[in-house]
């Protein structure tokens, strides 16, 4: 167990709809990034929230969009869903703002989009 | 920018044997070099990461990984494998030009142990 929680687990949703994938990070961590795992794609970096200010964006679709919350939680929007959108999603955490820090990765939100 | 290579998506060795996954990086300026392990339905784990000190990095589990600037490369590397080793192996990269913001990582590389 990393630390790292995400919720929901999984998701099944339609095209066109929005949702958000909530990640908490472990205690004390001030960084939050976001990954999107899919076949296609692999593994990619899509953005990251440090004490809740963005610090860096990866190949983030404008349809989505992430916050971090003062109590430093995050959400991670995705709208407009479309088929290609099904992947998972994995939170990680990091104390520091530099990702070559060691990162620790939740369990991830499995999203699927009919 | 950054840029990791892992060569072959499928690696299959029996128990007992040596455990060889490759990764070549391409980057303008020093990297910082991770090995990250996925087990089925988890998230990933760190495993090492190599910044610049030693060349050789001892992690988790067994594991070790050379930095060898000379050939772009940081292969994982365990002497005998154990049937607890399969997953999916991830390697990735950061660096300085970034700020260190982001890691790229490798396609992955599936790790199967038979008996």
């Known amino acids: 167990d990393s630390g790292v929680t995400q919720t929901p687990k999984h998701l099944i949703t339609a095209t066109g709809q929005r949702v958000t994938l909530r990640c908490s990070p472990r205690s004390g961590d001030l960084s939050v990034y976001w990954y999107q795992q899919s076949l296609d794609q692999g593994l990619q970096f899509l953005i990251q929230?440090?004490?809740?200010?963005?610090?860096a964006k990866g190949n983030i679709l404008e349809r989505f969009s992430a916050q971090q919350f003062p109590d430093l939680h995050s959400e991670l929007n995705l709208s407009s869903l479309e088929l290609g959108d099904s992947a998972l999603y994995f939170c990680?955490?990091?104390?520091?703002?530099?990702?070559?820090?060691?990162?620790?990765f939740g369990p991830g939100t499995r999203l699927t989009v009919l | 920018a950054q840029s990791v290579t892992q060569l072959g998506s499928h690696v299959s060795v029996s128990e007992g044997a040596l455990v060889l996954l490759r990764c070549n990086y391409s980057s303008s300026v020093p990297p910082y070099l991770f090995w990250y392990v996925q087990y089925p339905n988890q998230g990933l784990q760190l495993l090492l990461k190599y910044t610049s000190a030693a060349t050789l990095v001892k992690g988790i589990n067994g594991f070790e990984a050379e930095f060898k600037k000379s050939e772009t490369s940081f292969h994982l590397t365990k002497p005998s494998a154990h049937m607890s080793d399969a997953a999916e192996y991830f390697c990735?990269?950061?660096?300085?030009?970034?700020?260190?913001?982001?890691?790229?990582f490798g396609t992955g590389t599936r790790l199967l142990v038979s008996p």
């Open positions: 990735a990269v950061t660096a300085m030009n970034t700020g260190f913001q982001k890691l790229v």
């Open positions: 929230y440090y004490n809740g200010e963005e610090r």
């Open positions: 990680a955490s990091s104390v520091h703002r530099r990702g070559l820090y060691e990162q620790f």
